[in-house]
């Protein structure tokens, strides 16, 4: 399947609910092992019942996986939060990789619900928010969005072609 194919991301049927709320209001999963990024964007995806692909895509496209990025505009991190966000999301540390990844990750979440699971819908509010989004009813024609669109969409069809696991299993293909 292309990503240009998908109409809308469904969760899993077996995903309780009441462990994802839990992890909503707890935050990113706190364990005594160092987790990689990629760690770190596999238990985010399975988590909000996303492609792991997806998320490391978005993470790619925004940081190339850097926890210290900061873009001129002033966001922050692996996923590339605008403070406003991050703040909204109830991060703490956007700098931190693990509650950087995951309230990415939910917003991911969210903008898909909000969009009826229409990714490119979704990526243009991630990347140039859900207000120009709506101001053009629906993909702006910003060159920077369409751009960060096709690249997250290329990485995302990349990955499912190479086989890399569609949920957070933990098992590299």
């Not at 240009?4 to 909503?24: G, K, L, Q, S, W």
């Not at 238990?43 to 909000?48: G, P």
């Not at 997806?54 to 590339?80: C, I, N, T, W, Y």
Request: glycine share 8%; aromatic share 4%; proline share 8%.
């Amino acid at each position: 399947v292309r990503a240009m194919d998908v109409e809308r991301v469904e969760p899993d049927e077996e995903v309780d609910i009441e462990p994802v709320a839990a992890a909503v209001s707890a935050g990113p999963l706190l364990d005594s092992a160092p987790r990689t990024i990629e760690q770190m964007v596999a238990d985010a995806a399975h988590r909000y019942s996303l492609p792991r692909s997806l998320v490391r895509a978005v993470a790619r496209a925004e940081s190339s996986f850097d926890p210290a990025a900061v873009s001129p505009k002033g966001a922050l991190g692996v996923m590339q939060l605008m403070p406003g966000t991050a703040k909204e999301l109830g991060v703490r540390n956007a700098l931190d990789p693990g509650e950087n990844i995951d309230a990415g990750a939910r917003l991911l979440r969210q903008l898909l619900e909000k969009y009826e699971g229409r990714v490119a819908e979704a990526l243009a509010a991630y990347n140039a928010g859900p207000g120009a989004v709506a101001r053009h009813r629906g993909v702006p024609p910003y060159r920077e969005t369409r751009g960060y669109i096709r690249k997250v969409v290329r990485d995302f069809e990349k990955a499912e072609k190479q086989g890399a696991p569609t949920k957070a299993t933990g098992k590299e293909p």
